[in-house]
């Protein structure tokens, strides 16, 4: 008896997409008088796809057992119309080492008119034996097809799951940040989960995380924007070096693809005194769906996490790392910056230690997010508002809090925590992050944050770094010093009265912000050498 597993996916970039059905094929022959058959999976297709592109359907097989099969023929017809089939050789060895094999069908499809389209497939013998057990041997899924819009402005949502307990998460944890600084349009969400044999050995753990990682499990491991590029669902493991680029190629891939989405913040309200946050979430559609379950959520994430030193438990903050030497127990190459700390055990917040970042804090609308603001079926042109309310607690530190939405599409999960459509269990449309103390004066609504009262004095401006400012207040204020995509490349902390500030930063036109207590001033800053 053969036995077919699809382990992974691939697609091109437009205007070629490629589509991958996970499969697994269970193939007999019948000379040894057992059943010849296979067994497919649920098509694994981009739901979303523009008209006039080209999309081919192919197969990732791996052969894990039995004799070698040396053709397939195969087959797909779209909202029941003609059959479209396909004869494929092949050189599948029996076992076959694991490794796997990609077949792609010769003739793709091509849609010309926007629309929601039945896609049916069916492999139809094995060394061109008939199936004798059809019903297996066929599946059925939807795709949308629209045209492209230029308001599109697609971002990419890496979920890492990680530990402060799981000594190759440093790993992973370091070559995310490679990852995500190479590129404005990716964000990171450090999804910290607790060992199951020790509930209290990582502090920043959260239910979220929790019910996220009972589908994608792994550590380290990353989902991009949540789609399954494995057919048993684990995450990419970032602590592998040789991983880094696929990692990054499958989120390029994403960002080029279709999403009928955009996403938005507005309304920013925060009350730094009762800790307060207001915030509405904007989905706005570009394209008309006539069926899904489409959500929006809200996600806070923390930077710079500093453990207080005033636990008992301060082992839950600090950081394992199997990095510490070049013979720790690791897969992969040593990294180079993480052997430089030589410590097994990283201490958080301390001197050549280790300091948490994008952590996961709260996802208002739990990991599937919020129904009931986006129908069934949403049209072109519209946008879709859900308004949050939310007090941050105070061991939070207010000023590293960032936000993150996101619509969704949502899958339900069966009792065993899989999928009910395991190839695509929750998409992230799209996605948009912002910092709780805004960049912008335009975001900031009055009443609570005001641009009134006695203004610092800034000078000299334009400056060649070295900066003088008076803060006329009696309190502490923050410095945040943002470049022109919003990004926050400078902040500290000024105290009452005269500060002199030296700004590492590039020479460039750069937005200043004073942030007190209930107020704010924005300020054109000029940086020269």
């Given at each position: ?21 996970f ?28 008209i ?34 396909a ?6 060895t ?54 492209a ?52 050995d ?17 550590y ?63 989905a ?64 958080n ?43 941050i ?75 003088t ?33 030296h ?16 107020t ?6 000029v940086?020269?050498?």
């Amino acid at each position: 008896m053969q036995k077919f597993t699809a382990l992974n996916a691939k697609a091109r970039l437009n205007p070629i997409i490629s589509i991958f059905i996970f499969c697994q094929l269970l193939i007999a022959a019948t000379l040894s008088g057992q059943s010849n058959s296979t067994e497919l999976y649920p098509l694994s297709l981009p739901v979303y796809n523009y008209i006039d592109s080209t999309v081919y359907i192919g197969y990732l097989i791996n052969n894990n057992m039995g004799d070698t099969v040396h053709s397939l023929s195969i087959s797909y017809t779209v909202n029941g119309g003609a059959r479209v089939s396909a004869t494929i050789p092949t050189w599948v060895t029996g076992s076959n080492g694991g490794k796997p094999v990609s077949l792609i069908h010769p003739v793709p499809l091509r849609i010309h008119a926007a629309g929601d389209y039945v896609i049916h497939a069916t492999v139809d013998s094995i060394d061109h034996v008939a199936s004798d057990l059809p019903s297996l041997d066929s599946v059925t899924t939807y795709t949308h097809f629209y045209a492209a819009s230029p308001k599109l402005h697609k971002r990419v949502v890496f979920e890492e799951f990680t530990g402060a307990w799981c000594g190759h998460c440093s790993g992973g944890a370091y070559d995310m940040q490679t990852i995500v600084s190479s590129d404005t349009d990716f964000i990171l969400v450090a999804a910290h989960v607790a060992s199951s044999s020790k509930p209290l050995d990582d502090s920043m753990n959260t239910p979220e995380a929790v019910a996220m990682h009972d589908v994608w499990a792994g550590y380290p491991g990353v989902t991009i924007n949540r789609n399954v590029f494995e057919s048993d669902g684990r995450t990419y493991a970032p602590n592998a070096l040789y991983m880094v680029p696929l990692i990054e190629g499958l989120a390029n891939q994403s960002k080029s693809s279709p999403s009928p989405a955009n996403i938005s913040i507005s309304n920013l309200v925060y009350d730094s005194v009762k800790r307060l946050l207001t915030v509405d979430v904007n989905a706005e559609f570009l394209a008309t769906i006539s069926h899904g379950d489409y959500r929006v959520n809200l996600t806070l994430i923390e930077d710079s996490i500093i453990h207080p030193h005033d636990s008992i438990v301060d082992y839950s903050w600090n950081q394992n790392n199997y990095y510490f030497s070049h013979l720790s127990p690791v897969l992969d190459d040593t990294i180079p910056a993480l052997f430089s700390l030589g410590q097994e055990l990283l201490d958080n917040g301390k001197p050549g230690g280790w300091v948490h970042n994008h952590v996961l804090r709260k996802m208002l609308g739990g990991a599937w997010g919020d129904t009931g603001t986006v129908p069934k079926h949403p049209t072109a042109g519209s946008t879709y508002t859900k308004k949050y309310t939310f007090t941050i607690p105070v061991e939070w530190h207010d000023r590293h809090i960032s936000l993150v939405a996101m619509v969704q599409e949502f899958h339900p999960i069966n009792a065993s925590h899989q999928p009910a459509n395991w190839s695509n269990p929750d998409l992230i449309l799209n996605a948009v992050k912002q910092p709780l103390f805004p960049a912008k004066q335009t975001i900031v609504t009055t009443g609570i944050m005001t641009p009134q009262g006695a203004k610092a004095r800034i000078y000299p401006n334009p400056s060649n770094g070295m900066v003088t400012i008076e803060n006329p207040g009696a309190q502490s204020a923050i410095l945040f010093i943002n470049d022109m995509s919003g990004r926050t490349v400078f902040e500290k902390t000024l105290l009452s009265g005269s500060n002199t500030v030296h700004i590492d930063i590039s020479p460039g036109i750069y937005q200043l912000s004073v942030v007190g207590s209930g107020t704010i001033q924005n300020e054109k800053l000029v940086i020269i050498r």
